[in-house]
């Protein structure tokens, strides 16, 4: 059963293309959000390794937060009497929270899907838990996000087409409950349709028709980066992409690294979200022009050049790799903190680049300069 579209103020502005590639402006009640976008992840209200402030400084316009972990704790009704997500972290601007549907399914074991809801265990505390549509969307406004997500169920690939086709309509119908559900927000919040289907493009193609006949303020392809090689993530987002309507954003959920993004961007995807650049960070990988690099390896030990001393980034310009490899090594917390907003500095970089190359006609040029410096690797050991 469709629902009337809905009629409130469209929020998005395409402001120029080049190819399929798309630089536009979404504004939202916190501010507004440059595209393409990454949005870095505060999984549970807070940045791992990272002040607010840095994240900000950096370049990010919005950022994430986790529905199912927030419910879980500190828990939705005590953010709101707290005046909401934004006031509780200190985050002063735009933020998309996802569903819980995903987490539900990758986190818990046991859990139960049915078509009124998934019931699953707090991985906190064994508690039994519920979550259909309605909750998700009650748990999102009550966080008080600019961007909520329609609940939707997700199937890791590879799977049997039955259960694709299974979890792609249960999405469907949950996507128009979801929408009910977000009806009595106020103006200027937005709620985002999932598209489903796995690797299968007839089921990519169901799900997206299904979507914009319910129509929504956005539109996500989800269900990739969940373990398919890339290559199916590209044909997948060839064939959805071009299926949603040009006027709204699109965006693609979990992805990724700098190359998944600069490819997505030249099949006309507006936003992304990925912990890869705090999680690598942690683990001493970072990220720059060069490539990633692995501050773990010995031949850093004596080298004290910056990963890029053309970097407007502080921590990148300026601090010796030397230290980063002491630190990592050491298990000094600094040394995933550096790491850290090293590469959300340099994700953001990326994705300014790309606005602009795009606003200027040269997205071309842009996209094979930065795959040929990703090609040539890291300056050689001294």
């Not at 409950?177 to 009806?183: C, L, V, Y």
């Not at 990963?307 to 040394?335: F, I, M």
Request: proline share 5%; aromatic share 8%.
């Amino acid at each position: 059963m469709s629902l009337p579209t809905d009629s409130r103020p469209n929020h998005f502005e395409l402001l120029a293309t080049d190819g399929a590639a798309r630089a536009g402006r979404l504004t939202t009640p916190q501010g507004v959000v440059r595209t393409p976008a990454f949005m870095p992840v505060g999984t549970a209200g807070a940045m791992k390794g990272m002040h607010w402030r840095e994240v900000r400084e950096a370049g990010a316009d919005i950022v994430l937060g986790n529905t199912y972990h927030l419910m879980l704790r500190p828990g939705a009704e005590r953010i709101a009497a707290l005046g909401g997500l934004q006031r509780f972290t200190g985050w002063n601007g735009p933020m998309l929270t996802d569903s819980g549907g995903f987490q539900v399914m990758s986190l818990s074991d046991l859990r139960k899907v049915s078509e009124h809801a998934v019931t699953f265990r707090s991985h906190i505390d064994g508690a039994k838990v519920e979550l259909s549509p309605e909750r998700s969307i009650e748990v999102q406004r009550f966080l008080g996000s600019d961007i909520a997500m329609q609940m939707d169920e997700c199937v890791r690939l590879p799977a049997e087409r039955d259960d694709i086709e299974r979890a792609m309509r249960l999405s469907l119908r949950w996507a128009e409950r979801s929408k009910r559900a977000f009806e009595s927000a106020p103006a200027g919040y937005m709620l985002f349709g999932i598209v489903q289907g796995g690797d299968v493009p007839q089921l990519r193609h169901a799900s997206a028709q299904g979507l914009v006949e319910i129509g929504f303020h956005g539109y996500a392809i989800g269900g990739l980066a969940v373990g398919e090689p890339q290559a199916v993530m590209l044909a997948m987002i060839d064939e959805t992409a071009p299926a949603l309507p040009s006027d709204r954003p699109r965006y693609l959920m979990g992805v990724g690294t700098p190359d998944d993004i600069l490819e997505a961007v030249k099949r006309g995807i507006d936003m992304f979200d990925c912990v890869m650049p705090t999680r690598n960070g942690r683990h001493g990988v970072a990220f720059t022009r060069f490539g990633q690099v692995n501050l773990r390896n010995a031949r850093h030990a004596d080298d004290p050049r910056p990963l890029d001393d053309e970097s407007a980034w502080p921590s990148t310009r300026n601090c010796a790799r030397a230290y980063l490899h002491h630190l990592v090594k050491a298990g000094e917390t600094l040394g995933a903190m550096l790491l850290s907003e090293i590469n959300i500095a340099y994700y953001q970089f990326l994705m300014q680049g790309i606005r602009d190359a795009i606003a200027h006609g040269k997205f071309e040029e842009f996209y094979q300069r930065t795959r040929e410096d990703w090609a040539s690797g890291d300056i050689a050991p001294r």
